[in-house]
């Protein structure tokens, strides 16, 4: 998984006004938790963004008080109304120990059974892993290239001995639908092959 590096400031004081305080600065109240004692710190919200708002996950080095800290971020709060980011947790890894994360799914081609008219449909953009941070992907890559009408991709097809998905063994990951006026992949197959009878029989003739 990809690295990045924030710079934090290390919060003397925890509590709604300070809070306040750091907001107003255009910084974000965060915690950093998982081998000890919590540490309280203040991040730049344009770092923030740019790390949030897109569908990659990333390991994230927070420099704060001196020294680095390996983490993940686990879990976001937002403004109601605005969407801006309120407070952030960061969960610190360790290189022996598992950690829970959600990892973006890639899927790669393109399905046989939509150019033959069927609908596809992705049910999950990310799934649960539990793994060692050296094994965590950037993504789960998906082959759906060869996914004819009515079949599907779920989450027992996708683990490996690297990684195990917590996700429903059986849960759907993407598929694809019959849709008005698709044909079938058989019935294709079918017309195909007749079509290349009857032009073999007229060359014989």
């Known amino acids: ?63 704060v008080g001196g020294k680095a800290v390996k983490t993940v971020m686990q879990e976001v709060q937002y403004h109601p109304v605005t ?19 959600n990892i973006p799914v890639n899927l790669i081609g393109r399905p046989i059974g939509v150019m033959n008219g069927g609908k596809f449909s992705q049910v999950f953009r990310k799934l649960k892993v539990y793994a060692l941070p050296a094994n965590l992907p950037d993504a789960i890559d998906v082959d759906i290239s060869g996914l004819k009408i009515g079949g599907s991709v779920r989450v027992k097809d996708l683990i490996t001995e690297e990684l195990n998905i917590l996700n429903a063994p059986n849960a759907v990951v993407c598929a694809v639908k019959m849709a008005r006026g698709a044909v079938q992949d058989e019935e294709a197959e079918e017309a195909e092959g007749a079509e290349e009878a009857a032009t073999e029989e007229a060359a014989a003739e």
């Open 1 to 63: 998984m990809k690295e990045v590096s924030l710079s934090g400031s290390l919060r003397e004081n925890v509590g709604k006004k300070d809070a306040k305080a750091v907001r107003n600065a255009g910084e974000v109240p965060s915690v950093i938790y998982g081998t000890g004692e919590q540490l309280h710190v203040s991040l730049k919200h344009t770092d923030l963004e740019k790390l949030i708002y897109t569908p990659n996950v990333y390991i994230i080095n927070i420099e």
């Open 83 to 101: 969407d801006r980011i309120l407070h952030v947790d960061f969960l610190e890894l360790q290189d022996d120990k598992k950690v829970k994360v």
